[in-house]
T-cell receptor
Framework: EAGVAQSPRYKIIEKRQSVAFWCNPI?????LYWYQQILGQGPKLLIQ????????DSQLPKDRFSAERLKGVDSTLKIQPAKLEDSAVYLC?????????????FGPGTRLTVL | GDSVTQMEGPVTLSEEAFLTINCTYT??????LFWYVQYPGEGLQLLLK?????DKGSNKGFEATYRKETTSFHLEKGSVQVSDSAVYFC???????????FGSGTKLNVKP
């Protein structure tokens, strides 16, 4: 079974530029999560999708961050414009459903450096 | 709200030493508890989980018991190896549309 795929693995941009990350969850997984992991900290949830609907985006900085999952499969996360404090690893995860105690499967992450 | 607190690191041990990483939680309802491991440059991988009180999760010599009376899920291993060097995250999930809450992580360094 293929795992969660993310691209790119690394990205370096200057502040005020825009950037987009892509995630392809495990086939058949209805729930998709985007996390921000700052160095030395645990993952912080940015947004959670159930199919193509948003379940929770309460911690997404909506003035600069946006995310979509148009067909309930792949997802993109965009930052526009980027700030220095956005430097972090962006992790995508998926689970089969939102019910029960399904474990989350994580992708390798995208390491973003904002200069 | 739900939350997880785990001991700060780094933890440095010699090979074959005993490991304990403490984790306590606050939660409503009946969450599941997880330990994830993150090796350098990689994403998080599930190490073990427990879905109800008194359950013991185990994998690769690691184990943790879901203690509702002490709201804890401490990670233990009897004899660590250099290859266990990684960052370990305690997490809870299953409530609230399977929203997960992660601790801040504990870095483990195992020296030969």
């Amino acid at each position: 079974e293929a795992g969660v795929a993310q691209s790119p693995r690394y990205k370096i941009i200057e502040k005020r530029q825009s950037v987009a990350f892509w995630c392809n969850p495990i086939s058949g997984h209805a729930t998709l999560y985007w996390y921000q992991q700052i160095l030395g900290q645990g993952p912080k949830l940015l947004i959670q999708f159930q199919n193509n609907g948003v379940v929770d985006d309460s911690q997404l900085p909506k003035d600069r961050f946006s995310a979509e999952r148009l067909k309930g499969v792949d997802s993109t996360l965009k930052i526009q414009p980027a700030k220095l404090e956005d430097s972090a690893v962006y992790l995508c995860a998926s689970t089969l459903t939102t019910s029960g105690s399904n474990e989350q499967f994580f992708g390798p992450g995208t390491r973003l450096t904002v200069l | 709200g739900d939350s997880v607190t785990q001991m700060e690191g780094p933890v440095t041990l010699s090979e074959e030493a005993f490991l304990t990483i403490n984790c306590t939680y606050t939660a409503t309802g009946y969450p599941s508890l997880f330990w994830y491991v993150q090796y350098p440059g990689e994403g998080l991988q599930l190490l073990l989980k427990a879905t109800k009180a008194d359950d013991k999760g185990s994998n690769k010599g690691f184990e943790a018991t879901y203690r509702k009376e002490t709201t804890s899920f401490h990670l233990e291993k009897g004899s660590v190896q250099v290859s266990d060097s990684a960052v370990y995250f305690c997490a809870l999930g299953g409530n609230n549309f399977n929203k997960f809450y992660f601790g801040s992580g504990t870095k483990l360094n195992v020296k030969p």
